[in-house]
């Protein structure tokens, strides 16, 4: 069964603290690895996507990839309270893309 | 471009009824997908289309629900009849040809209540 995890939260940060976001994954033949930010009674939003391992930083965001552990994240620099949302990681296996339930994410001022 | 664009925002009905849920997707974008999501599944893909052809169709939930693609701009997703654990939010999504697998473009969701 391809399984992505995440812990559900909240996860409470203060403002201009980094907020580090947590995501594993089933299968090791997974290619490509998405991070959406869903604000509450909205739709999601693609922030970051990462394909290789290793880091790739986008502003104050920076997606994390390690296939061997089986393991992605999601770093927010000098968090915001608009940063409050949650969080969804998503795994592409074989063109289906299988969702973790979220992470909230509280920044408090 | 506008965006994905679904009706209606929010549906209340009674169990039993008929509700239809509307799409259109982004112009040019071949690939639309119907979602639902609820804190307790979380998202769900229901069907995705390619080219206005379901491709995968196995997350519907049963007989009740049903999808269609008439053309590139336009999608339905009917429940018949409709029962309280339908009760979602319910999105569409688009995502081009060509582009990054995986990268979705959400509607603003239908929010569905059935009493």
């Known amino acids: 069964q391809k399984e992505v995890e995440q812990n559900s939260g909240p996860l409470s940060v203060p403002e201009g603290a980094i907020a580090s976001l947590n995501c594993t994954y089933s299968d090791r033949g997974s290619q490509s690895f998405f991070w959406y930010r869903q604000y509450s009674g909205k739709s999601p939003e693609l922030i970051m996507f990462?394909?290789s391992n290793g880091d790739k930083e986008d502003g104050r965001f920076t997606a994390q990839l390690n296939k061997a552990s089986q393991y992605v994240s999601l770093l927010i620099r000098d968090s915001q309270p608009s940063d409050s949302a949650t969080y969804l990681c998503?795994?592409?296996?074989?063109?289906?893309?299988?969702w973790g339930a979220g992470t909230k994410l509280i920044i408090k001022p | 471009d506008a965006g994905v664009i679904q009706s209606p925002r929010h549906e209340v009905t009674e169990m039993g009824q008929e509700v239809t849920l509307r799409c259109k997707p982004i112009?040019?974008?071949?690939?639309l997908f119907w979602y639902r999501q609820t804190m307790m599944r979380g998202l769900e893909l229901l069907i995705y289309?390619?080219?206005?052809?379901?491709?995968?169709d196995s997350g519907m939930p049963e007989d009740r629900f049903s999808a269609k693609m008439p053309n590139a701009s336009f999608s339905t997703l009917k429940i018949q009849p409709s029962e309280p654990r339908d009760s979602a939010v319910y999105f569409c999504a688009s995502s081009p040809t060509g582009g990054v697998a995986g990268e979705l473009f959400f509607g603003e969701g239908s929010r569905l209540a059935v009493l």
């Open positions: 112009s040019g974008h071949d690939y």
């Open positions: 998503a795994v592409n296996f074989d063109y289906q893309l299988i």
């Open positions: 990462i394909y």
């Open positions: 289309f390619n080219n206005n052809v379901p491709i995968d």
